[in-house]
């Protein structure tokens, strides 16, 4: 057996859950464990049961081991956001960053997963999993919005190692995959035409409900040329945003949030 190093030991870990539960037609917290970096605040709302996301480790970096589980009961309605950012920074040889995310939305329940951007530096290592299970009339909304370093700070990335999937199902059945890997110089890639033609921020974003097709040529409207808007089938719609900065993807996806959310976006991303 070889002996333990420093190497092997991860910089941060950081665990959170929580679930909601409906009562009086209000939703409240039903379980809620949080430990190391990741801390949930609940601010006062009406009838939506939010928490807010916070890494008190400032970032993720190699060896990093985060994870989250959110659940909303049957009849509740929860969201999940992050106070801002994440960042993921430069890791030593040989080291990964991984951050595990499960949600789960009983029947006639919501939920709203809406982190604010990750933001990939050079040299970050960073793996990325979130796995969704949707009962029959459960209800959800995701973004998952990324950016390839700072635009405005000169910053590109030739260094980089990013794993990505996301994994949707319904009732066991899967209805949504997602898959990106970028590895090495991957301002190169991006500047590829058939790539991202030379954008450093995208989103991913993922409606699940009975007035998805309803949506389809509001969405499209509102996205405009920046992606694209499909209908997976009545009631899923995606979408994929590509711009060259930050700034330019929230002016494309402020609205269809606005509008996914009846104008309900957590109070966080107007910050």
Sequence with gaps: MRPVTSLDQPRAIGAALVSSKARAGQSHIDKLRQSGALKLLFPRSSGTLEAVLINTAGGITGGDVYSIDAQAGAGSELRVTTQAAERAYRAQP???GTMTTKLSVSNDASLQWLPQETILFEGAALTRRLDVDLDESARFLMVEPVLFGR????EDLHDLRFDD???IRRNG????????RLLGD????????????????????VYVAP??????????????TAGGVSLLNDTVLVARILAPDG???RRSL?????RLTTNRLPPSWRL
């Design 173 to 180: 059945t899967p209805i949504y995959r997602d898959g990106v």
């Design 186 to 205: 991957v301002a190169a890639q991006l500047d590829r035409p058939a790539v991202a033609a030379g954008a450093r921020a995208m989103a991913n974003l």
């Design 151 to 154: 635009r405005a700070m000169g």
């Design 94 to 96: 040989g080291q990964t």
């Design 254 to 258: 402020l609205p269809a949030l606005d």
């Design 165 to 167: 999937r996301v994994d």
């Design 247 to 249: 700034f330019t993807l």
């Design 211 to 224: 007035d998805a097709a309803a949506l389809l040529t509001e969405l499209r409207g509102l996205i405009g």
